[in-house]
Structure formats: structure tokens, C-alpha cells
């Protein structure tokens, strides 16, 4: 179980101690949008910020966006390293000599297997968060020693895995069963959210789609007023059929998708509709139906852009006031 202790407007958990952050609030790494300015306000806020080390073209350029997130704040930040089963892969190793040989001391991972990038890490006293979608891949991760893991849930954007589990049910299911810090991830954007998570054990929050729509978020303003104007209900699920599914914003492009691929069409028939390029021309240009974007069903409840630091620091305060509130509660009720 978590281990929390209010003081005063932060909340300790074994995630802040861990880590070295200040409050139990991470920026989830994503394409296209963990870069340095986005971090660095998450971090500056108390949060933990996190590049995205494959939005950079090379290891060079991961280097370079991390001098220029260590220019913007001294607190500490981390880097997301996404490993996908692809044609011709990525130089990982030097992705991941950049990061130790630059002082990361924390990084994301997600997608395949962790295992491979651990030692070089655990060498250099590197500090691991994996993202799972499933408590028997939390609990492999942690027994290959990862040093926490990030939940994701059915609601979130993305993959959600293929086992369709809401968070209220996936997030106690597995701190019930690990030992060490889990976040919740997906579905959450404020501080009824953190203190939710926090009741069902986990130690911390992750939010893509929340840092997605605030101000440093390097992304096309009609992306961040989309989400503002945006339901619950406007997110597909593409590649279901594949079995490879995906939460993605609800356009012309995802609606294509699903109809190819639900009357028995292959990747290939869609290939050109998802690809990572058309997508990055939404975020650039903010022509919303450019192609495939992800965004969690969470944009239900979000209705502001904020500065990101300034965001962080309110859903901790709102967190801190709904444990308050319900513990006067009990206390009165008692």
C-alpha cells in the first residue's frame, strides 16, 4: 500500500522519496511533446518532467534538448525511452549512453521488455519507472528490478493493453501485489484524481493528455483548445482488430481507420493513414484531422490550459483539500 503524509500543501509518498521530487505528479513521456520546455516547467513546479528521447532525431540531439532542459530549471527531470518492435530500430544503446553519460539519474520505460536497458542504468545509479498495462507485466518488471511502475489504465491514450481493465479496478489489483512504488496512470487530470489514486494505493499520478493542454506544451493551440472543447466520448480505439489497440482523438482520419479495419482490412490498408509523420503535422500545424493523435477520454474534464508548473501545484492543492475534507467527514460521521 502507498504511504502518504500531508504537509501542508504537498503529499510524501514513497514515489516523491524515491525520486527526489517534491510532489507525487509525473509527465508522461510523448512523442512529439516531452521537450524541454514542457519538462522543465513540470519540474519546476515540483512535478517530475520527462523528455521523450525519441522525439529527437539522434542521441546528439537528446543531449542538446537535455543541456537546454538543465538551462531551464535545476530540479530533477527524467527521460521516457520507448522500446517498439520495428523494421530498423533505433540506436537504443546510444540513446542510453547519452542519458547516463549526461547525469539523468530518472527514466521512463515502456513498451517492450525493460530487461536490456537496465544494467547500464542500475550502473550509473539510474532510476527506472516502466509503464504496464496489466499487474502481471508490473509485477515481471519489478522482478527484473525496476525501481517503479505507471499503470495505465483503459481510459488512458495510447495503448491500453488488450485486457480492457478500468484503472479503479487495475490500480488496486496490482499495488495489492507489488512491492514497489506504482503510479496510476490514465483517466486523471486534477486533484479529485491524485487523492483517488492515492485511496487505491498507488504512490503518484501520470498524466499525458493533462501536460498535453498547457502552455509550454510544444503543440498547435487548436490541439489544446480541441481537448478543452472535447468529451469523454470523443476518443477511438483503433487496431483493435490487430490486437495492437490504440486510444487516439476521435477525426475524420481514426473514423477511417476503424471502418477499414472492423470490415476485415490489414495494417497495410491503413498504413498511410496512420503514419507517425501525419500525426506530427496535427501537433504542428493544428489541422485536427491531419491524422492519428493520441488523447485519453480524460479531456472530458479538462477545461483550461494552465501553465504547467502552476497546474501541478493546484491539483496537489485540490488533492490535499478533498483528503481533508473527507477525513473531517469520517471524523464527524465517527
Not at 483517488?196 to 509550454?216: H, Y
Not at 506530427?280 to 493520441?294: M, Q
Amino acid at each position: 500500500m502507498t504511504h502518504q503524509e500531508n504537509t501542508g500543501g504537498a503529499l510524501r509518498t514513497r514515489f516523491t522519496e524515491t525520486f527526489g521530487v517534491t510532489h507525487p505528479v509525473v509527465q508522461g513521456g510523448m512523442q512529439w511533446v516531452g521537450r524541454a520546455e514542457l519538462a522543465a516547467a513540470v519540474s519546476a513546479g515540483g512535478g517530475l518532467g520527462i523528455l521523450t528521447a525519441l522525439t529527437q532525431p539522434t542521441p546528439e540531439d537528446l543531449a542538446r534538448e537535455i543541456q537546454r532542459t538543465r538551462d531551464l530549471t535545476d530540479a530533477p527531470f527524467g527521460v521516457n525511452l520507448t522500446i517498439l518492435p520495428t523494421i530498423s530500430p533505433p540506436p537504443y544503446d546510444e540513446y542510453r549512453r547519452v542519458v547516463v553519460e549526461s547525469g539523468v539519474k530518472i527514466v521512463e520505460t515502456a513498451g517492450s521488455n525493460p530487461a536490456p536497458h537496465l544494467p547500464l542504468f542500475k550502473e550509473h545509479g539510474v532510476k527506472v519507472i516502466h509503464k504496464c498495462t496489466s499487474v502481471r507485466h508490473a509485477l515481471k518488471a519489478q522482478a527484473v528490478g525496476v525501481d517503479a511502475v505507471s499503470i495505465d489504465g483503459f481510459e488512458c491514450a495510447g495503448h491500453p493493453g488488450e485486457d480492457d481493465t478500468p484503472g479503479l479496478v487495475l490500480i488496486p489489483a496490482a499495488v495489492d501485489r507489488l512491492t514497489i512504488p506504482a503510479l496510476a496512470s490514465g483517466g486523471l487530470a486534477d486533484g479529485r484524481g491524485l487523492a483517488a489514486a492515492l485511496a487505491l494505493g498507488a504512490d503518484g499520478v501520470n498524466m499525458g493528455t493533462r501536460f498535453l493542454c498547457t502552455r509550454e506544451a510544444p503543440v498547435h493551440d487548436s490541439v489544446k483548445e480541441a481537448i478543452v472543447a472535447g468529451s469523454e466520448r470523443d476518443t477511438n480505439l483503433i487496431f483493435r482488430t490487430l490486437r495492437n489497440t490504440a486510444r487516439v482523438a476521435r477525426n475524420s482520419v481514426s473514423d477511417k481507420v476503424v471502418e477499414i479495419l472492423d470490415a476485415g482490412g490489414s495494417f497495410e490498408d491503413v498504413r498511410d493513414l496512420v503514419a507517425g509523420a501525419r500525426g506530427r503535422k496535427v501537433y504542428e500545424d493544428g489541422d485536427l484531422d491531419a491524422g492519428i493523435w493520441s488523447v485519453g477520454m480524460v479531456q472530458g474534464l479538462i477545461h483550461d490550459i494552465p501553465p504547467a508548473g502552476e497546474l501541478v501545484g493546484r491539483i496537489v492543492d485540490e488533492a490535499v483539500g478533498v483528503l481533508r475534507s473527507r477525513l473531517a467527514l469520517a471524523a464527524d460521521a465517527g
